[in-house]
């Protein structure tokens, strides 16, 4: 396989390694079928030959070469086909010490199929600018979100490898930084190209002014690396990672309580709205729904207390507490008024009082078991920095009176689910935001939202660690002043002027009536 050297040492050359993936299992049934057992169902082998059983038993084991096996008449053949029918089974590691391999392709998906692609010497190549290479602590990955494989990277030459082909250069290039072979380079640029890491030129001969199609692919345009990583391991389909309501903490981490409240924080208590006067004078969801949309100023007047705390009520409260399960597979939660995939309740409400009747300027927790405001900040300027933070991202003129910063303590989530407990944040957030808009403009508040925050700020001025609890969307809310103006190039479709009316029927003038019992 290779040839010495003067030295009389002999040149690494390359050796093939197969495994299977250390979920699959091999069994054999009293008819002499092998049944492979995976992650993605059960693949039956009908009565293999000697030589393919003991393939696959040393491949259960970890990395092997095919070609210290004897076969018999036909059972190469016969081992080809199979590996070639259980590819999202197989690993393929190459190496050039039997004992050690520098890479290997793992498939991450049902679908995967692996096959290497070698570029030619006189083509740049580099690394796939969707790739990423982290480390579990113990070793180095490679993953895309454009690829159904990991490379896992064995050995420090390997490493040595990927700091090479951060731009483009020719292979030749890439050989030149390692201890092997041009061919042999080749090859393992190869096993990383057919992996989906390393991408060609498609246009160019030189690394100056090379073109890859990823850079011009219309598909990937709308994408960063990272956003297309964070959907593709938030979903299922491209990746082999745990995924669902796995409880992956364990009991190793407590989880945050189902009510985060502050009782030795000086609070406010809040008024309650009454059922039934809401029922007589709540506008019909339609007027709501149709009257609806992002204020973009409000009108210089306060909010009363009256009014904060029926929107809060409404919208945050705690309806009922729900105990853990008596075998403790679950935590304690709530019951809230806004929809919350996952049914954890992770979010918290803070208030950046400004100008509000009723409620001193300053910046407040919601604590929505108690129904009061916690004071966590009386500082003026903190208030003015939330504010005008929530000013910058909607784009408005003016600070609003009112911000409603909306926080989620994370391990609420990520104690129950792997994979998806981020993006349930997000889409939980707008369920909240929506709710919370509905509300206000049933109420004939003004309000918009923002996704825009800033964490540091947000985190600095509320007490909290970012890592543990920290802002994922903002609310702001005042006073109607006046519609906001069509735009001219707009053209209505579909009843358009159904906003209209919802707006004129919403519209009860300076004389409109909170329904609240107590006062504030």
């Known amino acids: 396989?290779?040839?010495?050297?003067?030295?009389?040492?002999?040149?690494?050359?390359?050796?093939?390694?197969?495994?299977?993936?250390?979920?699959?299992?091999?069994?054999?049934?009293?008819?002499?079928?092998?049944?492979?057992?995976?992650?993605?169902?059960?693949?039956?082998?009908?009565?293999p030959g000697r030589a393919v059983l003991e393939a696959l038993r040393r491949m259960g084991f970890g990395p092997v070469s095919l070609g210290n096996i004897a076969y018999g008449d036909?059972?190469?053949?016969?081992?080809?086909?199979?590996?070639?029918?259980i590819q999202p089974m197989v690993i393929r590691s190459f190496a050039v010490d039997p004992e050690r391999p520098l890479i290997s392709v793992v498939p991450m998906a049902q679908q995967?199929?692996?096959?290497?692609?070698?570029?030619?010497?006189?083509?740049?190549?580099?690394?796939?600018?969707?790739a990423v290479l982290r480390t579990d602590g113990e070793r180095y990955f490679l993953e895309s979100p454009l690829s159904l494989h990991r490379v896992d990277l064995h050995h420090a030459d390997a490493v040595r490898l990927i700091g090479a082909l951060g731009r483009a250069v020719l292979p030749a290039e890439v050989a030149a930084a390692l201890p092997y072979p041009v061919d042999l380079v080749l090859d393992l640029l190869g096993h990383l190209a057919g992996a989906g890491m390393v991408v060609t030129a498609e246009a160019g001969d030189r690394p100056r002014g090379a073109v890859f199609a990823e850079d011009t692919a219309p598909a990937l345009a709308a994408w960063?690396?990272?956003?297309?990583?964070?959907?593709?391991?938030?979903?299922?389909?491209?990746?082999?990672?745990?995924?669902?309501?796995?409880?992956?903490?364990?009991?190793?981490?407590?989880?945050e309580p189902a009510v985060k409240r502050s009782p030795d924080l000086p609070g406010i208590a809040l008024p309650r709205?009454?059922?039934?006067?809401?029922?007589?004078d709540d506008p019909p969801l339609t007027v709501a729904v149709e009257a609806g949309g992002p204020a973009t100023r409000f009108a210089d007047a306060p909010l009363t207390g009256r009014e904060i705390g029926q929107l809060l009520y409404r919208a945050a409260r705690v309806r009922a507490l729900v105990p853990p399960d008596r075998d403790g597979s679950t935590v304690a939660t709530s019951d809230r008024?806004?929809?919350?995939l996952g049914g954890c309740y992770e979010f918290e409400f803070y208030l950046a009082i400004g100008d509000c009747t009723g409620i001193p300027r300053g910046v407040y927790h919601y604590d929505p078991l108690g129904h009061r405001l916690e004071q966590v900040n009386p500082d003026p300027e903190a208030v003015a920095e939330l504010l005008e933070g929530g000013r910058l991202a909607a784009n408005l003129a003016e600070a609003p009176p009112v911000l409603i910063a909306v926080t989620a303590r994370f391990r609420r989530l990520s104690r129950k689910y792997n994979g998806l407990s981020y993006a349930l944040v997000l889409k939980n957030v707008g369920a909240v935001l929506q709710t919370l808009h509905l509300v206000g403009t049933a109420m004939g508040l003004a309000a918009c939202w923002t996704e825009i925050i800033d964490i540091d700020v947000s985190a600095r001025v509320?007490?909290?660690?970012?890592?543990?609890?920290?802002?994922?969307?903002?609310?702001?809310?005042?006073?109607?002043?006046?519609?906001?103006?069509?735009?001219?190039?707009?053209?209505?479709?579909n009843d358009a002027r159904w906003g209209d009316r919802a707006r004129t029927r919403l519209s009860r003038g300076p004389d409109r009536k909170p329904f609240m019992s107590g006062s504030a």
């Open 462 to 493: 509320l007490g909290l660690d970012w890592r543990v609890e920290s802002g994922v969307g903002g609310f702001l809310v005042g006073r109607p002043a006046g519609p906001s103006p069509a735009r001219p190039d707009m053209r209505p479709a």
């Open 224 to 255: 960063t690396p990272l956003d297309l990583m964070f959907h593709t391991r938030s979903t299922l389909g491209r990746h082999d990672n745990d995924f669902g309501a796995t409880y992956p903490l364990g009991d190793r981490w407590d989880v």
């Open 337 to 340: 008024p806004y929809l919350n």
């Open 1 to 47: 396989m290779s040839a010495s050297g003067d030295d009389g040492a002999r040149a690494p050359a390359r050796v093939d390694l197969w495994s299977l993936r250390e979920d699959v299992h091999v069994e054999t049934d009293d008819d002499g079928n092998v049944v492979l057992r995976g992650r993605w169902g059960d693949t039956t082998v009908p009565a």
């Open 74 to 85: 036909g059972e190469r053949r016969e081992l080809d086909r199979l590996l070639d029918r």
């Open 273 to 280: 709205p009454r059922w039934g006067e809401l029922l007589a």
């Open 112 to 130: 995967a199929r692996f096959t290497p692609v070698t570029p030619a010497a006189g083509t740049p190549i580099r690394l796939s600018r969707f």
